[in-house]
């Protein structure tokens, strides 16, 4: 029979752990080794969004592993937090993959990253983010993947990635981004990948794509655009997939891309297509070109024969020189034919034209990041000013305190030299006291 009397301290200690996880905010952690990552799989009971953790409580850590070997954090069920406790990032500086889905975090504050400066892959996909803070991802140098999927987010600060001159895959889709500043996406110079599906944009502009000559897939499928601005794509020269399935697309005109060497798949199903510049097809390299549920055509080609994908376009061709010929607007000027010898320098002055309208906006965001920057100054030597004001007053303290204490030394010693009276050994002792009593509230400064 069991030792009840051994068991019973146990299982009420059980019993008070138990209860004092369930009442109050708590990060658990628990260890495993799976395909040679170590992994810190974390419980978060933070409904109130507190950052004040001192540790992260659970199972010790496995043989010959620390805080050090930990490689992927990622969460356990029944976790729930408004905030990303930066206890985490303090704690397992050494991951590489974050994996915080489906929490309910509804902000990413400045400091909720910092310490990860070797993380590859931020994955928060399906939260409620409504906020994030410019500097959130300021130490991240090394980050190549940012999922922010499904969130709440409405706007980004425009410096948000000015340090992430490494990602190459961005997931933006499923916010309601009303509001995406022109140049956010400029410091993203390796980009690869970029997700901006259904986030209801009615307009798409140049200045988000101007420096991601690297991107090889852009998706902006499930939104409400209607028109294309020329050149739209034109500096997108890798680009070589483009979904735009599923906006309410008119007309598509090859002055949208310029001379793009690689574009080999396009999707534009479920849009309102009538009429397709059929030097679109001419111009480029495609091989799969999806039009199923459009006006003109319902044909998907996938063979990349261009005369089959012609054939089933043909009412789209003479649509658009239709609306070419009877048109009172102007029509773009002509894009530039791939197989022409000079298409390499006519592509170059329609960059050059492209350029020539964002001249001014381009200036005008560098001077307002220099006034930025210049605020920022401002702020620091502010600050700077009031912790040497500070540290002065603090000096001034301790030099007054040091001034009594001198003081009081020399009075022991007057004491001493002037009288064998008993009763100075008394006055000495309380003296002594008083010293003692100074220097417990003096502090040692660098």
Sequence with gaps: MMNLKFFLPILIFLINVSSTLAQSEYISANYTLLYDYYYAHLTINNPNGLNN???IIGMDHMIGKSDNDVRVINRMTKTVSTNIPSIICQKYKNAINIDLQLIGFERIDDYSFNGCKN?????????????IHEKSFAENFMLQTLSLSNNKLTTLPENLFVNQQRLENLQLDGNLLLNI???????????????????QLTTIKSEWFETLGMLKTLDLQSNQ??????????????????????????????????LIHKLTYVDLRSNQISAIDEKFIDNSPLITLMMQTNLCSNVNAYNGN?????????????????????????????SCNIAD????????????????????????????????QRDRITKNENDIKDLKATVSQQQISLD???ASIAAIREEIKQ?????????????????QANINFLLSRSCTCN
């Design 181 to 199: 500043p022109n140049y956010i996406f400029r410091p993203l110079i390796s980009l690869k990948y970029l997700y901006l599906r259904n986030m």
């Design 119 to 131: 993380v590859t892959g931020i994955y928060l996909y399906g939260n409620k983010i409504a906020t």
């Design 400 to 402: 007054e305190k040091d």
């Design 306 to 334: 261009k005369t089959i994908i012609k054939q089933g376009l043909q009412v789209c061709f003479d649509n658009f020189e239709t609306i070419k010929s009877t048109t009172t607007t102007t029509m773009p000027p002509p």
């Design 225 to 258: 655009i209607e028109v294309l601005p020329v050149y739209i794509f034109i500096a997108l020269e890798n680009l070589a997939s483009l979904y735009l399935t599923s906006n309410k697309l008119k007309i598509i005109n090859s002055n949208f891309f310029g």
């Design 415 to 431: 004491f001493q030299s002037s009288s064998n009276n008993n009763d100075i050994n008394a006055e000495i002792q309380n003296m």
């Design 341 to 372: 010898p000079t298409a390499e320098l006519c592509d170059i002055k329609v960059k050059i034209r492209a350029v020539e309208g964002n001249l001014t906006s381009i200036v005008q965001n560098a001077f307002d990041l220099i006034n930025y």
């Design 53 to 55: 953790f001192n540790e």
